[in-house]
Every structure is written in C-alpha cells, then in structure tokens.
C-alpha cells in the first residue's frame, strides 16, 4: 500500500473552522472534504486512478461540488459569514 | 493542459458572501459553484467535453440546480434573507 | 440556438425572497428551481427533449422535487415561516 | 391527458406550515413532497407507472425518504420542533 | 398484499422528537426514517426483497445513512444537541 | 452471520455530541456515520466486500464524504463551532 503521508489524514487541517476570509474558508472547506477522501481510502494508488475518472466526469465533478457546498456551510456558520 | 485563467480560479469572486440583491447573491451562488468545479479540473479541454454532455442530460442539470441551491442557503442566510 | 426570453433567465423571479403566503414561496421555490436550470442550458431545445425523459422518470422526479425542498428551506427561513 | 384534480395540485395542503403535532408535521412533509411531484409531472398516467417502478426499488425509496426528511426539517423548525 | 402493521405506519413513533439522550435520538432518527418508507411502499413482501438487494449494496447503504443524518440533524435541534 | 461486536453497533459512540475540539468532532461524525451503516448491516462479511467495491469507486468516496460532511453540519452546530 502507497499510504498517504500523515498530514493528508488530518481531519481538519489547522485544527479550526475560523478563518480570516471567505476564501480562506472555502480553500478549508476543499481540503476537510478531500481529507475525509483520504481518511476512507488512505491508499495513494486507488486515489490517482479514481481522479483520471472522475475529474473527466460532469456527475463526479458535480458531485463532488456538493460535498464543497456542504462543508462549506458549516465553515460559513462557524464564522458568523464574515460579516 | 489548457488551463482556466487565475480568475477563474478564485474561490469566492468577489472576497464576500455579501451581496446588495437576492438576484446578486444567486449570482455569486452559481460563481461560487462554478468556480468550485474549475479547482477540482482546472483543465478546460475535458471541462467543455463535459459541458456538452451534462447540459443535455436531464439529470445532471438537475444535480447542478441542487448544487446552486445549497450554496445559496449560505448566502441567503449571510445576507439575511435581504429582508 | 433557441434561446429561453430573458423573463426565463432571471435567478430570483420577482427579485425578494419575501411572499405573501407559504403557497407564493413554496411557487418560488419552483421558479428559482426552473430558472437555475434554464441559466444553465438557456437552449430551448435541449430542454423540451429533457423534458420528456424526465417527466415519465420516477427517479428524476424524485432528484427535482429534492431541489425543490432544498429552496423552499430557504424561503421558508427569509419568512420566518410565516409564522 | 389524465390531468390530476386541483386539489392535488396545491403546493401546501392547508396553506400553513404549522401543525398540532409532529405526527401531522411529517404527514403534511410527505404531502407537500407529493404535491411537488404532481405540480412537476400533472398527469396520472405515467405517475401511476411510475410508482410501480420506484416503490419496488430500494433506491428509489431511499431517495425518497431523503426528499421527506428535507421537507420535514423545515416543517419542524416552523414549528420550534414542537417543544 | 402483505401488509405491515399499524405500528409500523406511524410517522413519528412516541409522538415527539424530544428524547432523553443522544442515543435515544438516533434510534428515532433511524425509526422515523424506515416508518417513512414504510408508508410509501406498506408492502412487506417488496420490502423485504429490497432489503437483500440494497444492503449487500455499499452506494445503497451509504444513501441510507445520509438520509439518516439528515433526519438526525432535526432531531438533534429539536434537543438543544442534549448540551 | 458473521455479527459485528455490540461496541460497533452503539449509535453515538461516546453517547454526546460535545468533543473538546474540531477534529475529535470530524472524528465523531465519521464513527457516527459508519455506526450508521453497521446498524442497517451488522454483518461483517458483506461490509467487507462492499468496502473493496466503494473504496475504489470515486462516485462512491464523493457519496461517503457527502454523509460525514451532514453529521459534521450537525456535531459543530452542537458544539458552537467550537467558537
């Protein structure tokens, strides 16, 4: 097994929801979703296979946008939407 | 690679979730998850394959409302509802 | 290209989140729902051939009243419920 | 076509989203996720094929459900959960 | 028809969503969740066919858990999160 | 039937929602959901062959993320975002 390295099994990188921007939240929300990913199927090699397939489908990429949206609300709560 | 202009690229275009008009923050939701879809495949050859199978599928439009949808809780609820 | 009249493409029909009664935002809910789709393809075409599969398919009717849901949460909340 | 009655096509039965109990909130969520269904697809002859599809698919009845329990997040919040 | 019981029908058993822990909470997510498809298909016999099908099905199990979430998510503001 | 051992079939591991930081709360809401699926499947042996499947499915590691991105939404509302 190629195991991804133990800063891609984080669950929530930084260790907090608050951030200074939207931007900055959005990026987090990327990457909480992409660590779960990684924490599901921490084996690097499924991990580059699945990407070729996906990202070259319209429902994947779709899908996956979802799970962004999702993470993000509650990134976006956390913050009090950085009025 | 064919890759997507930086501003393209941005997660949230604009740096805020705060928009003056409903009409200006459904806007920002569909820029939002657009621009989301654009980190995930920053390619824009496979991105405009799948722009002609997507748009004409039924069902992957209706994912991709659900999409615009939950990003715009997030703003509609940062904006107040612009009550 | 036969492209939807621009009455078709505004995201927020009437442009406020505020209805009278539940039955006006639960209509809105629709519209946006529709609109969102119709910003996505503005094609005419596409749409009514989409139209047909989607109709006659349980599962697709399913997905739409879904999205349907996830704006009239929305709404609902902008109106205090119409408590 | 074999057009519904209007009484099917009313998007909130009763007109409000307040209910005495939990009980009649979630018979109102299923309604209203019926009724959407019916507003999307009016004529009973290809809902009635339809249902013999999706009711004997778990997956259908699965995605379903889900459409219910959006609904019905929105009815409980209308109604302070009935606390 | 192999119908279930009256027990089974009801939509929110106990009658309320308020329970004594987080625990008890879950198990009424997980109940309401089932009585709902319960309602839809009132069937034993299509149920139980379904049932070898969808949970030897990791996508089917994975679309059960969501819409068990989701009905958790309820549940739990109904309860203040038991804090 | 190979049955999963009770500590597997608990619904909220730990029996609060309240975790001492961001990452115990991520680390919740994927035990929570995975205790989920054991309680619809308590047996071990279809678990397995279902994990080989979905775990080298992309569609299938987007639909997991989706779940625990929904029991995240609601472990950090109880938790005040860990503000």
Redesign the interface.
Known sequence: MNRLPDTEL???PG????TA???EG??LA?A??RH??H???PDLD?LK???K??????????????????????I???NN???
Do not use: C, H, K
């Open positions: 984080v669950y929530i260790g907090t929801l608050i921007t939207p931007e959005r990026a990327m909480i979703a779960t990913i924490n599901i199927q499924p296979a699945g990407r397939v996906y990202s070259a489908n319209p429902d994947s990429l779709i899908a996956a946008g979802q799970v962004v949206a999702i993470e993000f609300q509650t976006a709560a956390a939407y950085w009025r």
